[in-house]
């Protein structure tokens, strides 16, 4: 049987579907207008990209936008005083400040100075240890994706043995403690993976549903996974560029082959992608409706 695609793009236009009413509805009812503003330190270009998408969806579900692009010079401080400015400017109720920032600037400093009600991503370390006890106010963006991709998807993930590939702070560590809580769409058994794993093989063969953000283009080969699995491939991996100049992606999976064994798999592009920005706009509006009383 061919695996099922799980397809990011169809499921991030429901649940942008869902949003846009519920943004009508503040708009009508509250007179409420969810505000998201992006900052962009350097010129690297994929998080141009991003920052772009990012924009573009506010416009199209009705969420009040502001972008920052500062220069790559920028100091510290002086994006610390943006921020302060931002934390207290009541338009705004979600602060997206785009990783990787320069060398120069340290990126936990700038995450601790957002204010956490504001914190849209959920990096700051107060949402981070609300996660960790069971008690979120906002989930990690990339990792709620998969965690809906999977529950929309029909995956059970109840008693799952899920095995992780990669220990970021971005979504290996959060899908990990998302996917363990005592909640519907988790209580799994879940064993991380990382750089000095022994046999990386012998715990991704035992998974019934595997995440991969290794970084590292079709690391996960069919040979690595049993029959049945369900994959969610977090990669995204610049391998060259069309005639045209449009970049060519692939994933940290080899989906040609790994799709022959499994029984469903998330495709790059159009997998994981897509929900990472529908998730953003999912935790504006929570911040929005936070901020007035209304959640
Ligand atoms: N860089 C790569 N992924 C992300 C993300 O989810 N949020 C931010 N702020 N930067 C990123």
Do not use: W
């Amino acid at each position: 049987m061919p695996a099922q695609i799980i397809s990011g793009t169809e499921i991030a236009k429901q649940i942008r579907q869902e949003l846009k009413q519920e943004i009508t509805e503040l708009k009508d009812k509250h007179n409420l207008i969810p505000g998201l503003v992006t900052v962009l330190v350097g010129e690297d270009p994929a998080s141009q990209v991003y920052v772009g998408s990012k924009v573009k969806t506010c416009d199209a579900l009705g969420v009040y936008s502001e972008r920052y692009d500062l220069p790559a010079e920028t100091s510290q401080e002086e994006l610390l005083t943006l921020i302060d400015k931002l934390n207290k400017d009541r338009k705004i109720h979600g602060i997206l400040v785009q990783l990787p920032l320069p060398k120069h600037i340290n990126e936990t400093e700038v995450l601790y100075a957002i204010d956490p009600k504001k914190d849209v991503d959920g990096f700051h370390p107060v949402n981070v240890g609300k996660l960790m006890i069971g008690e979120p106010d906002y989930l990690p963006c990339t990792p709620h994706g998969i965690q809906q991709l999977l529950i929309r998807s029909g995956v059970k993930i109840e008693g799952a043995e899920v095995v992780v590939v990669g220990r970021s702070n971005i979504v290996g560590k959060p899908i990990a403690n998302i996917l363990i809580q005592k909640k519907e769409g988790a209580n799994a058994t879940v064993t991380i993976c990382h750089t000095r794993t022994k046999d990386m093989a012998f715990h991704t063969k035992r998974a019934d549903i595997l995440i991969v953000a290794a970084g590292k283009p079709k690391a996960i080969t069919a040979d690595m996974v049993k029959e049945g699995v369900v994959v969610i491939d977090v990669g995204v991996n610049r391998i060259g560029k069309t005639p045209e100049g449009k970049a060519i992606l692939c994933g940290d999976v080899d989906f040609d082959t790994v799709k022959e064994k499994a029984k469903a798999i998330s495709p790059v592009p159009g997998g994981v992608g897509p929900m990472t920005i529908t998730m953003l706009m999912l935790n504006t509006v929570k911040a929005a409706k936070v901020s007035a009383g209304l959640a």
